[in-house]
C-alpha cells in the first residue's frame, strides 16, 4: 500500500494530537499508512499518557507565556514543543508493518531520523529506549502506542535548544533554573542547530527524503472525514480538563 | 497518603500516591514517564492492587499477573519497580 505523506503542517496542541487520533483511526478503517511532519503553534507542552499535568507543567509559567498545554495518548515523558525550535513527526500504519517487537519497531523508525541526520552530517544513533543521540547528547525523543492494530509513532527533532525558556514552563523550582543546572541540561541536550550548520529548512527536507526513501509514497492530504474527526476530537478530548488533568 | 518516586536504572520514572487502612491498600495511583502497552491497563493494575497487604513480592506478582492475563508490554519499569515504589510509599 502506498503511504501518504502530509507535508510541515502548523497546528495548536489539541489539534496536532487529534490529527494523529483520527488519522490512526482512519488506518484502522483502511485508510493509507502516514507519515506527517508539524510545528506547534502556539509553543506547548506535552505530557506522556501516565504523567500528572499538576506535578509536570507550571501552568501559571505557560498562561504568562501563552504556552499550550496537552498530554498525548503516548507514553514517555515531558516535552516542550517551541515553535521555533523543533520539528515533529508522526508515523501512523498497522501494527503489522512493524512487528511485534516495540524496541525493534522505535530502532526502524528512529533509523529514518538518524538517516536524516547522516544527510545533515550529524553522526546520530538510536538508545533505546526511545531516544536518538549524537556526541552522548540526546537530539529526538519518541513515543509510541499501538491501539487497534494501529501504531501510531511521534516523536520530536530539536532544531534549536533555549534550556531556560523550557524550564520555565516545566515544574522545576525557580532556585534549580540555576546556571549549573542549565549547563547539566546542555550536556545532556542537544539540537540540529549546535552540531550542524543545517538551516531548520534543509532540516526538515532531510527527514522527508529519508522518511520516504525506498517507499511507495505520495503527497496527500487529510480526507474531510478525518477533519471532521480531528475537530471533534481537539474539542471534546485533547482541549478538555478530564482528558489532559487525567492524572 | 503517601508518596514515592522511584527513576529505574536505565528505565523511567515511576512515581506512586497510595493510600492504606490497616497494611492493605485503599487507593493507588501511578504516574510517570514509562510506557505500557496497552495504555488503559494501567487502571486495571491499580484496580488489582486495592485490598492487597504491603508485600513486595505479593503485589509484583499481581501486577505480573495482570500483566501477562492481557499480554501487556511495560517498557522502561517492571512489575517490581511498581511495587518497590508502592513499598517506598508506604513507609
Known sequence: MKWRVIPLEIHDAATAMALDEAASEAVRLGGPPTIRFYRWLPSAVSIGYFQSMEAEVNLDACRRLGVDQVRRRTGGGTVYHDHDGE?????????SFFGKDIIASYNLICGWIVEAFSQLGICAEFKPINDIVT???????????RRNKVLLQHGTILYDLDVKKMFSVLRVSEEKISDKMIAAVEDRVTCVRKVSNATRDETYQALCEAFTKDKDFYEGEWTEKELAYTKELAKTKYSTRDWNFQR | MGSASLKVSGGKMVNTKVELHNDSIISVQFTGDFFLHPEELIEVIESSLIGKRLDEDDLAQTINYVLQEHNAQLIGASGQDFARVIMEASQ
Not at chain 1, 88 to 94: C, E, M, R
Not at chain 1, 135 to 145: D, E, V, W
Open chain 1, 87 to 95: 520539528i515533529t513527526y508522526s508515523v501512523i500504519a498497522p501494527e
Open chain 1, 135 to 145: 556526541q552522548g547528547k540526546k537530539i529526538s525523543g519518541n513515543a509510541q502506542t
